[in-house]
């Protein structure tokens, strides 16, 4: 894997600031050999020293900034407020992690007495009650797919006024203000951009894409139901380099697939530096 | 601290420029996580550097070397200064050694009147 002074330096200098990969020596270095050329190399190491893989350190400060926001600048309060989980089928998901996790944060700032609910479709009810302040919360904004859906859903299916904001822990920067423009009031934490179309530009960024699309070219097309093509550059190419893996938390599938999907194209079973927990994957 | 840690620190001391992390590769064969693991380590003390793949000692570092490696080497104490002539080769760890009685010192081992033998090792 290593040839000559450059690529000891690349994968010293990789290890020292992303310190995570030390223990995960193996994958890496499959990965590595996955990309096979220079330029691939080049691209992986690249999105590598970029990425955004949570410490406790780090979460604990973000959890801190979105109740800082709940508490002091939402222009709610703790009476007329729901804080609504987004998880809306069986499957326990990161929201529900965050809502649990945030609620400490929140009841040091003074509310302890705000209402929490952990599933979506379960919030209406609170809602038609009269908690007319409603805040969504999830871990991360990628696409903004789902958040649109449970935005329009709420405003379909609740009469009279009430507000909506939304709170994330990280997300997609393009997306946010996207997100922002079509009405939605939103707060991330932590905004990333793009970790392809976000840091190359003219001719490198076609060549970034392209390798990026041949890469995905060695993986499987499809797994179970799963096809490879919904989650090519991450899901709604979201582009996302960032995981909550080392709090406990899983891998969006915002991220590129190339770091979490499990099988190549000969459905050979990979050792990936991140693992997606999803139904069917 | 492991041997490696002190050659590796050693190293540094005695190259005032610094040295690039591929040197220590040159010399001892270290893997990059090996080494990165050293950086962050003795980067987080406060005892390197490291910028554009080159390794420096700070003045912290330099005053670490020469407190708890250099001049533990230049001890004055009696076991640490035995003269050439009475070196032998190191023992491996567990190789059978059988000493010769009447060379150990009497410190060690002491011969009782009845001519037992009295060892620090007791029965247990």
């Known amino acids: 894997m290593i040839k000559g002074k450059d690529d000891y330096h690349r994968l010293t200098n990789l290890y020292v600031k992303q310190d995570w990969l030390l223990s995960k020596r193996d994958e890496l270095t499959e990965l590595i050999n996955f990309c096979g050329d220079k330029e691939s190399k080049d691209l992986i190491f690249s999105m590598l020293e970029r990425f955004q893989y949570l410490k406790p350190d780090t979460y604990n400060y973000l959890l801190n900034e979105v109740s800082d926001y709940i508490v002091n600048y939402s222009g709610f309060v703790q009476e007329n407020a729901l804080l609504l989980s987004i998880t809306a089928d069986k499957e326990t998901d990161s929201s529900q992690k965050i809502l649990y996790e945030i609620r400490q944060y929140i009841n040091k700032r003074g509310w302890n007495s705000l209402e929490t609910v952990n599933f979506f479709t379960d919030g209406l009810r609170v809602i038609r009650k009269g908690k007319r302040q409603v805040l ?4 991360f904004v990628g696409s903004g797919k789902t958040l649109r859906n449970r935005v329009n859903y709420l405003r379909k299916n609740i009469e009279g006024d009430f507000s909506i904001k939304c709170c994330f822990i990280a997300g997609i920067k393009n997306e946010v203000e996207k997100l922002r423009h079509e009405g939605i009031d939103i707060f991330c934490a932590m905004e990333l951009i793009k970790g392809v179309s976000g840091y190359f530009v003219g001719q490198e960024l076609v ?14 097309q499809k797994i179970n139901d799963k096809e490879l093509f919904t989650y090519s550059f991450g899901y709604g190419s979201a582009e996302a380099l960032y995981s909550l893996e080392g709090c406990n938390g899983n891998t969006p599938n915002s991220v590129f ?6 099988f190549d194209r000969n459905d050979k079973v990979r050792r990936t530096l991140l693992t997606r927990i999803e139904n069917g994957l | 601290m492991t041997r490696f840690e002190r050659k590796f620190l050693i190293d540094l001391y005695e190259s005032s420029a610094g040295l690039y992390a591929f ?20 980067y987080s003390k406060g005892l390197i550097n490291y910028h554009e793949d080159k390794l420096l000692l700070t003045e912290n570092g330099r005053n670490f070397v020469v407190k708890k490696i250099v001049s533990f080497k230049k001890s004055s104490g009696n076991f640490s200064n035995i003269p050439e002539e009475f070196m032998v080769p190191r023992m491996e760890i ?8 009447t060379d150990v010192s009497q410190e060690i081992l002491k011969i009782t009147e009845e001519g037992d033998l009295e060892t620090s090792i007791k029965e247990v």
Request: glycine content about 0%; cysteine-free.
């Open chain 1, 207 to 220: 060549k970034a894409e392209n390798i990026m699309l041949d890469l995905e070219l060695k993986l499987a």
């Open chain 2, 23 to 42: 040197t220590f590769f040159s010399r001892y064969k270290i893997r990059p996580d090996e080494l990165a693991l050293l950086i962050n380590k003795y």
């Open chain 2, 94 to 101: 567990n190789l059978p050694y059988l000493p010769n009685i």
């Open chain 1, 257 to 262: 697939p190339i770091f979490w999907w499990a």
């Open chain 1, 136 to 139: 969504l919360i999830d871990e």
